[in-house]
C-alpha cells in the first residue's frame, strides 16, 4: 500500500513558476513510477509527466514539453513537478500517481495508487 499527499500548489500569475511535491509512504518508493496527472474544470483528467523508480526515464505531455521538469528523490520518498513559464491553461486540480509497472505511463487507469490532488491557478 502507498499513500501519496501532494502539495505546493496555490495562485500565481502567468509566467511564474511553482514547485508540487508528492510524499509517499512505504519502503518500497524507488519500485514504483511516478506520475502526475491533472483535471481543469469541465475536462478529463490528463497526463503530465511520468517517471521511472531510479528517475532516469522520463516521459512528458507535449503541453508540458520546455516548461515542467518531473524529478524525484527517493531517500526522501518524494516526487516534484516543477512549473515554469505558466499559463492559465496549466489552471487545474494536479494529482500524483504510482504504479508498480513502467509501462502506458500516460494511462491513468493504470496506475495503483493516486494522492487527493492539489490546486494550481495560474491567473492572466
Known amino acids: 500500500q502507498v499513500q501519496l499527499v501532494e502539495s505546493g500548489g496555490g495562485l500565481v500569475q502567468a509566467g511564474g513558476s511553482l514547485r508540487l511535491s508528492c510524499a509517499a509512504s512505504g519502503r518500497t518508493f524507488n519500485n514504483y513510477a511516478m506520475g502526475w496527472f491533472r483535471r481543469a474544470p469541465g475536462k478529463e483528467r490528463e497526463f503530465v509527466a511520468a517517471?521511472?523508480?531510479?528517475?532516469?526515464?522520463?516521459y512528458y505531455a507535449d503541453s508540458a514539453k520546455g516548461r515542467f521538469a518531473i524529478s524525484r528523490d527517493n531517500v526522501k520518498n518524494t516526487v516534484y513537478l516543477q512549473m515554469n513559464s505558466l499559463k492559465p491553461e496549466d489552471t487545474a486540480v494536479y494529482y500524483c500517481?504510482?504504479?508498480?509497472?513502467?509501462?502506458?505511463?500516460?494511462?491513468?487507469?493504470?496506475?495503483?495508487?493516486w494522492g487527493q490532488g492539489t490546486q494550481v491557478t495560474v491567473s492572466s
Open positions: 517517471l521511472s523508480g531510479s528517475g532516469s526515464i522520463t
Open positions: 500517481a504510482a504504479k508498480g509497472v513502467l509501462s502506458n505511463v500516460r494511462v491513468a487507469s493504470t496506475y495503483n495508487y
